[in-house]
C-alpha cells in the first residue's frame, strides 16, 4: 500500500506540473497535428486511396509526438533537481518507474484522445470499433515502458533529445509493427481473430518491457 501511495503521489505531481505548464501536452498535440496534416495532403496528391496509409500516419504521429513527451518528462526533473530527490526518497527505484511510466502514459493517453478525432476528420475513417481502444492502449504501454526507461538512461547525456530516439525506435519496433497492423486491420472491418496475433504480440512485448525496466531501473538511474 505504501508503493501505491508512492506511485500516486509521483503521478500526481507530474499531471500537475504538466497542467499548470501545458508544456509538454500542447507541443505533443501541435507535433502530431502538423504530422498528420502533412502525411495528409502528401499521400492524397499520390494515392487514390490515402485509407490504405491511414494507420501508419497516425502510429508515426503517435510516436514523433510521443518522443518528445518522453524526452521531456525526465529532462525537466533532472534540470530542476527534482530527480535527486527522488533518488533520496524510501521509494524504491522501481516504484519511481512505474509512477513515472505511468504519468507519461496519461499524458501520451490525453494526447492521443484529442489527436484521433481530427484525424477521422482528415483521413474519413470511422473508429467506431470496440477493439481500437485496447488495441492502442496496448501499443501506447509498450511504446512509453520502454521509451520511459531510455529516457532516464539519456537523461545526463548532451546530446538526449536525439539519443533517445535513436535507441528508443529500433527496441520498439515490434509493438510499433504490431500496432499499426492491428489497426490497419481493425479499420478495414476486421475481428477479433483477424488481430488476435497482433494484440498476442503486443501484450507480450508490454508484459517484458515493464518488468525488465521495473529490475533495471535502479541500475539506470544509478549511472
Known amino acids: 500500500m505504501n508503493s501505491v501511495r508512492q506511485i500516486g503521489a509521483i503521478i500526481w505531481r507530474d499531471l500537475v506540473i504538466e497542467i499548470r505548464a501545458k508544456e509538454s501536452l500542447s507541443t505533443m498535440l501541435l507535433f502530431a497535428l502538423i504530422t498528420l496534416v502533412i502525411f495528409n495532403f ?9 485509407r490504405e496509409v491511414a494507420p501508419g500516419v497516425l502510429w508515426v504521429g503517435f510516436t514523433f509526438a510521443g518522443i518528445l513527451g518522453l524526452s521531456r518528462s525526465l529532462s525537466r526533473d533532472q534540470e530542476q533537481g527534482a530527480l535527486e530527490g527522488l533518488m533520496l526518497s524510501p ?6 518507474y512505474l509512477g513515472k511510466m ?9 494526447m492521443e484522445v484529442v489527436l484521433l478525432p ?7 475513417v470511422s473508429l467506431a470499433h470496440p477493439l ?8 501506447t504501454i509498450g511504446f512509453v515502458a520502454t521509451g520511459t526507461l531510455l529516457a532516464a538512461m539519456t537523461v545526463n547525456t548532451r546530446a538526449r533529445e536525439v539519443l533517445l530516439p535513436v535507441l528508443l ?3 520498439a519496433v515490434p509493438v510499433l509493427i504490431a500496432a499499426v497492423k492491428a489497426t490497419g486491420l481493425i479499420l478495414d472491418g476486421g475481428g477479433w481473430s483477424e488481430i488476435r496475433g497482433w494484440v498476442q504480440l ?20 544509478e549511472q
Not at 132 to 139: E, F, S
Not at 202 to 221: E, N, Q
Request: charged residues 10%.
Open 91 to 96: 521509494a524504491e527505484r522501481g516504484t519511481i
Open 42 to 50: 502528401g499521400f492524397e496528391l499520390r494515392l487514390g486511396n490515402v
Open 169 to 171: 525506435f529500433p527496441l
Open 132 to 139: 481500437l481502444a485496447p488495441v492502442t492502449l496496448l501499443g
Open 102 to 110: 505511468l504519468a507519461n502514459l496519461a499524458i501520451m493517453s490525453l
Open 118 to 124: 481530427l484525424f477521422v476528420a482528415l483521413f474519413n
Open 202 to 221: 503486443m501484450a507480450g512485448y508490454d508484459l517484458v518491457a515493464l518488468v525488465l525496466a521495473y529490475l533495471t531501473f535502479d541500475v539506470i538511474l
